[in-house]
């Protein structure tokens, strides 16, 4: 008799502990949609940069406070949105039909890494004259410094100009860039070619 009270005990202590573990299974299920789920916008955020932090370093770079210069920036913002990267830089060119640039900067990426790059190129149409000059070049959908260098083709029929500052757009796939120049006269005007972009100085254009 002793021994069958023990084992009807242990039984009864077995069902208690299967009852408690299933009333608390559901209970632990039910917790876990109340964890907070990952903010996807979040890993985006301080990527690119703004229309005021655009404002700022382009004009502290080109010394052009204009209004000019901050009409042609809101035009490139309406167009394409915030850039993820800039290229402060200066170049010379010349042309007398068929024309040729050269330039050096530093491309500076919001979330970090800094870098140098050169760029040169033909250019080929109306266009006359020479000039040397401050470039401000905004970048778009750069996944890293690395495909910066490459050949981007003008986009013809893209300049735009505001009070003596001017922008062109040159594209190569999904990156757009966007140069921005102060007194550029009629150097970027109704002209045609692309600019190489390389990680060190090239004399040949092409």
Not at 52 to 64: I, T
């Amino acid at each position: 008799m002793p021994r069958l009270k023990t084992f009807a005990v242990l039984g009864m202590l077995s069902l208690g502990t299967l009852g408690i573990a299933a009333l608390a299974a559901p209970a632990a299920k039910a917790a876990a949609p109340n964890e907070p789920a990952p903010n996807v916008e979040s890993r985006n955020e301080g990527k690119t940069f703004s229309e005021d932090e655009v404002f700022q370093a382009a004009s502290n770079f080109l010394g052009e406070t204009a209004e000019g210069l901050a009409e042609v920036i809101h035009a490139v913002f309406a167009e394409y949105g915030e850039p993820n990267a800039y290229i402060a830089g200066q170049e010379g060119s010349g042309a007398i039909g068929v024309g040729l640039r050269y330039g050096s900067g530093q491309l500076v990426m919001k979330d970090g890494p800094r870098t140098e790059v050169f760029w040169q190129g033909p250019s080929a149409g109306w266009d006359f004259g020479g000039n040397a000059s401050k470039v401000f070049t905004l970048v778009y959908n750069l996944p890293d410094t690395g495909q910066i260098y490459q050949r981007f083709p003008g986009v013809e029929g893209s300049a735009y100009y505001v009070g003596g500052v001017g922008v062109n757009y040159q594209q190569r796939g999904d990156i757009v860039l966007a140069p921005i120049r102060a007194g550029v006269g009629l150097r970027l005007g109704a002209n045609v070619g692309y600019l190489k972009y390389t990680r060190e100085r090239e004399w040949l254009p092409f």
